[in-house]
């Protein structure tokens, strides 16, 4: 069955350490993954997919085929970057299946 | 302004009564939407729409019908509430031949059945 796993419910660190916001999927063709993002009385909104290659926000995120994984990662985090992380899959489908987030808290 | 726009934000109400979410994008996408989420899991698609008169079940199975009689709007029905149909529910919008994956969201509607 085609799932995405996020195993972290809340990641909790402080202003300026590193964070990496963990996703894998389960799907043996060709996937393509995505990152979205909710803040605080936001909605939910696309943060970066892993074909563009982008860096968004300082995030960036490698698709890794051989550990079905979409990690999301930022070298230093920054307190307006507190929010929701989803991580989101495409495949044969075209449909989008989400994880079930991640609380991203970077403390001060 | 474009936008995709859910009502109401919030709504309460008793079992076996008749309701109706609604959702309406001003941004001319022919893609919608209709996912739901319990608190602390992931997002559902339950309905999905590629255009006027053109409706299909998502991946997970609901008790709720959905309509598409005009390109903009996408309203969501259940005939009876009940208690497990509790949830937020959210509507998204894409283009056809847009950003491959890239929805845009409605504020969602977080219903409670009593």
């Known amino acids: 069955a085609q799932r995405v796993t996020q195993p972290e419910k809340l990641l909790s660190v402080f202003k300026g350490a590193p964070v990496e916001l963990k996703c894998n999927y389960s799907?043996?063709?060709?996937?393509?993954l995505f990152w979205y993002v909710q803040y605080s009385r936001q909605r939910l909104q696309l943060l970066l997919r892993?074909?563009s290659r982008e860096s968004i926000k300082g995030f960036t995120a490698d698709l890794n085929k051989g550990e079905t994984s979409f990690h999301l990662k930022k070298p230093f985090a920054q307190e307006e970057d507190s929010a929701m992380y989803y991580c989101?899959?495409?495949?044969?489908?075209?449909?989008?299946?989400f994880g079930q987030g991640t609380t991203l808290q970077v403390k001060p | 302004e474009a936008d995709i726009y859910q009502t109401p934000r919030y709504l309460v109400i008793g079992t076996g009564k008749k309701i109706t979410l609604e959702c309406s994008q001003t941004m001319g996408h022919d893609k919608m939407y209709w996912y739901q989420q319990d608190p602390g899991m992931e997002l559902h698609l339950i309905h999905y729409s590629y255009g006027v008169n053109s409706t299909e079940k998502g991946d997970l199975s609901s008790e709720s019908t959905v309509s598409r009689i005009r390109t903009e709007h996408f309203p969501l029905t259940l005939e009876s509430a009940r208690p497990s149909h509790t949830s937020q529910y959210l509507c998204?919008?894409?283009?056809?031949?847009?950003?491959?994956?890239?929805?845009?969201f409605g504020s969602g509607t977080q219903l409670s059945v009593l």
């Open positions: 989101a899959f495409s495949g044969n489908t075209g449909k989008l299946i």
């Open positions: 892993h074909i």
């Open positions: 998204a919008s894409s283009e056809i031949g847009g950003v491959r994956g890239k929805l845009f």
């Open positions: 799907y043996s063709g060709s996937p393509e």
